[in-house]
Protein backbone atom coordinates (compact mmCIF):
# COMPACT_ATOMS: atom_id res chain seq x y z
CA UNK A 1 0.00 0.00 0.00
CA UNK A 2 1.27 3.30 -1.23
CA UNK A 3 2.38 6.05 1.74
CA UNK A 4 0.29 8.42 0.46
CA UNK A 5 -2.96 6.54 0.80
CA UNK A 6 -2.37 5.22 4.24
CA UNK A 7 -1.25 8.54 5.62
CA UNK A 8 -4.71 10.06 4.00
CA UNK A 9 -6.88 7.07 5.32
CA UNK A 10 -5.64 7.79 8.85
CA UNK A 11 -6.45 11.14 8.76
CA UNK A 12 -9.82 9.72 7.37
CA UNK A 13 -9.24 12.35 4.47
CA UNK A 14 -10.66 11.67 0.95
CA UNK A 15 -8.65 12.37 -1.76
CA UNK A 16 -10.85 15.18 -3.00
CA UNK A 17 -10.38 16.64 0.70
CA UNK A 18 -6.79 16.49 0.76
CA UNK A 19 -6.55 18.16 -2.94
CA UNK A 20 -8.94 20.70 -1.25
CA UNK A 21 -6.72 20.97 2.06
CA UNK A 22 -3.12 20.81 -0.20
CA UNK A 23 -4.22 22.73 -3.79
CA UNK A 24 -3.04 19.68 -5.48
CA UNK A 25 -5.52 18.10 -8.02
CA UNK A 26 -7.40 14.89 -7.37
CA UNK A 27 -5.24 13.59 -10.33
CA UNK A 28 -1.73 14.40 -9.28
CA UNK A 29 -2.72 12.67 -5.69
CA UNK A 30 -4.33 9.67 -7.53
CA UNK A 31 -0.63 9.34 -9.39
CA UNK A 32 0.88 9.75 -6.45
CA UNK A 33 -1.00 6.49 -4.88
CA UNK A 34 -0.39 4.95 -8.01
CA UNK A 35 3.67 5.36 -7.43
CA UNK A 36 4.66 8.35 -8.70
CA UNK A 37 6.85 10.08 -6.40
CA UNK A 38 5.74 13.54 -5.58
CA UNK A 39 8.99 16.65 -5.88
CA UNK A 40 9.36 19.78 -5.62
CA UNK A 41 5.92 22.42 -4.32
CA UNK A 42 3.90 18.79 -4.72
CA UNK A 43 6.02 17.21 -1.73
CA UNK A 44 5.81 20.44 0.03
CA UNK A 45 1.66 20.84 0.18
CA UNK A 46 0.91 17.79 0.60
CA UNK A 47 3.60 17.49 3.49
CA UNK A 48 1.96 20.61 4.91
CA UNK A 49 -1.82 19.13 4.05
CA UNK A 50 -0.83 16.30 6.12
CA UNK A 51 1.19 17.51 8.67
CA UNK A 52 3.99 15.54 8.19
CA UNK A 53 7.65 16.17 7.06
CA UNK A 54 8.88 15.12 3.42
CA UNK A 55 10.81 12.11 4.91
CA UNK A 56 7.95 10.27 6.46
CA UNK A 57 5.83 11.11 3.06
CA UNK A 58 8.70 9.78 0.79
CA UNK A 59 9.37 6.82 3.24
CA UNK A 60 12.79 7.82 4.36
CA UNK A 61 15.05 7.41 7.43
CA UNK A 62 14.65 10.52 9.45
CA UNK A 63 17.27 12.44 11.42
CA UNK A 64 16.39 10.90 14.33
CA UNK A 65 17.27 7.01 13.03
CA UNK A 66 20.74 8.00 12.19
CA UNK A 67 23.65 6.47 13.92
CA UNK A 68 24.84 8.20 16.80
CA UNK A 69 28.45 7.52 16.48
CA UNK A 70 29.29 9.28 19.81
CA UNK A 71 27.33 6.80 21.56
CA UNK A 72 28.33 4.14 19.69
CA UNK A 73 31.90 4.92 20.22
CA UNK A 74 31.48 4.92 24.08
CA UNK A 75 29.69 1.67 24.19
CA UNK A 76 32.81 0.74 22.10
CA UNK A 77 34.84 2.02 24.82
CA UNK A 78 33.00 1.04 27.81
CA UNK A 79 34.80 -2.66 27.64
CA UNK A 80 38.20 -1.10 28.14
CA UNK A 81 38.42 -0.72 31.88
CA UNK A 82 36.92 -4.05 32.08
CA UNK A 83 39.01 -5.78 29.92
CA UNK A 84 40.65 -8.01 32.83
CA UNK A 85 36.91 -8.85 34.42
CA UNK A 86 35.96 -11.80 31.48
CA UNK A 87 31.94 -10.97 31.37
CA UNK A 88 32.13 -7.24 32.76
CA UNK A 89 33.98 -6.23 29.17
CA UNK A 90 30.89 -7.87 27.40
CA UNK A 91 27.72 -6.61 29.61
CA UNK A 92 28.79 -2.81 30.13
CA UNK A 93 28.99 -2.24 26.46
CA UNK A 94 25.39 -4.23 26.34
CA UNK A 95 23.79 -2.93 29.04
CA UNK A 96 24.62 0.57 27.58
CA UNK A 97 23.15 -0.63 24.22
CA UNK A 98 20.13 -1.64 25.87
CA UNK A 99 19.16 1.17 27.91
CA UNK A 100 20.45 3.28 25.03
CA UNK A 101 18.76 1.92 22.54
CA UNK A 102 21.60 1.91 19.86
CA UNK A 103 20.12 -1.21 18.40
CA UNK A 104 22.46 -1.33 15.35
CA UNK A 105 25.11 -3.48 13.20
CA UNK A 106 27.50 -1.70 14.79
CA UNK A 107 26.86 -2.37 18.01
CA UNK A 108 25.92 -5.19 17.64
CA UNK A 109 29.88 -6.37 16.32
CA UNK A 110 31.09 -4.47 19.60
CA UNK A 111 29.22 -7.24 21.74
CA UNK A 112 29.72 -10.21 19.45
CA UNK A 113 33.65 -9.45 19.04
CA UNK A 114 33.79 -9.28 22.76
CA UNK A 115 31.70 -12.70 23.28
CA UNK A 116 34.34 -13.88 20.62
CA UNK A 117 37.07 -12.39 22.15
CA UNK A 118 36.25 -13.87 26.01
CA UNK A 119 35.29 -17.45 24.41
CA UNK A 120 39.19 -17.81 22.65
CA UNK A 121 40.37 -16.14 25.65
CA UNK A 122 39.23 -18.49 27.85
CA UNK A 123 40.00 -21.76 25.24
CA UNK A 124 43.57 -20.72 24.66
CA UNK A 125 44.35 -19.87 28.33
CA UNK A 126 42.96 -23.79 29.42
CA UNK A 127 45.47 -24.37 25.89
CA UNK A 128 48.28 -22.84 27.29
CA UNK A 129 47.72 -24.52 31.09
CA UNK A 130 47.60 -27.87 29.55
CA UNK A 131 50.88 -27.27 27.67
CA UNK A 132 52.86 -25.99 30.75
CA UNK A 133 51.50 -28.27 33.01
CA UNK A 134 53.03 -31.27 30.45
CA UNK A 135 55.87 -29.10 29.15
CA UNK A 136 56.86 -26.57 31.05
CA UNK A 137 57.19 -25.61 35.01
CA UNK A 138 55.61 -22.53 36.70
CA UNK A 139 53.21 -20.29 36.21
CA UNK A 140 55.30 -17.61 33.44
CA UNK A 141 53.51 -19.13 30.47
CA UNK A 142 49.94 -18.47 31.37
CA UNK A 143 51.21 -15.07 33.31
CA UNK A 144 52.68 -13.99 29.37
CA UNK A 145 49.55 -14.85 27.48
CA UNK A 146 47.30 -13.57 30.16
CA UNK A 147 49.25 -9.81 29.50
CA UNK A 148 49.43 -10.73 25.64
CA UNK A 149 45.87 -11.38 25.26
CA UNK A 150 44.72 -8.16 27.54
CA UNK A 151 47.22 -5.81 25.34
CA UNK A 152 45.56 -7.15 22.32
CA UNK A 153 41.88 -7.03 23.33
CA UNK A 154 42.92 -3.12 24.35
CA UNK A 155 44.49 -2.48 21.32
CA UNK A 156 40.82 -3.93 19.45
CA UNK A 157 38.96 -1.38 21.32
CA UNK A 158 41.08 1.39 20.36
CA UNK A 159 41.41 0.58 17.21
CA UNK A 160 37.73 0.40 16.62
CA UNK A 161 37.32 3.65 18.32
CA UNK A 162 39.34 5.71 16.32
CA UNK A 163 37.66 4.05 13.31
CA UNK A 164 33.96 4.73 14.29
CA UNK A 165 35.76 7.86 14.91
CA UNK A 166 36.95 8.88 11.35
CA UNK A 167 35.14 6.48 9.14
CA UNK A 168 31.91 5.52 11.36
CA UNK A 169 32.51 2.16 10.90
CA UNK A 170 34.54 -0.80 12.73
CA UNK A 171 37.86 -1.75 11.51
CA UNK A 172 38.01 -5.03 13.11
CA UNK A 173 35.22 -7.08 12.91
CA UNK A 174 33.48 -10.37 12.46
CA UNK A 175 31.45 -11.70 9.29
CA UNK A 176 28.97 -12.82 11.24
CA UNK A 177 26.78 -11.01 14.36
CA UNK A 178 26.41 -13.58 17.48
CA UNK A 179 23.40 -11.14 18.92
Given amino acids: MNKLLRLR ?53 SEINKLNYSLIKVINISSLPFVIVPLANIFIPLIIMLIKKQFNPITKQIISLQIIWVVLSVVFFLIVSIVEKWFFSGNKLNLAFMMLAILTNIFIILRNTAEIDKNQKLYIKLNFSII
Fill in 9 to 61: EKLNLTQEELAENSGISVRTIQRIEAGTIPKGHTLKALTKALGINENELLGKK
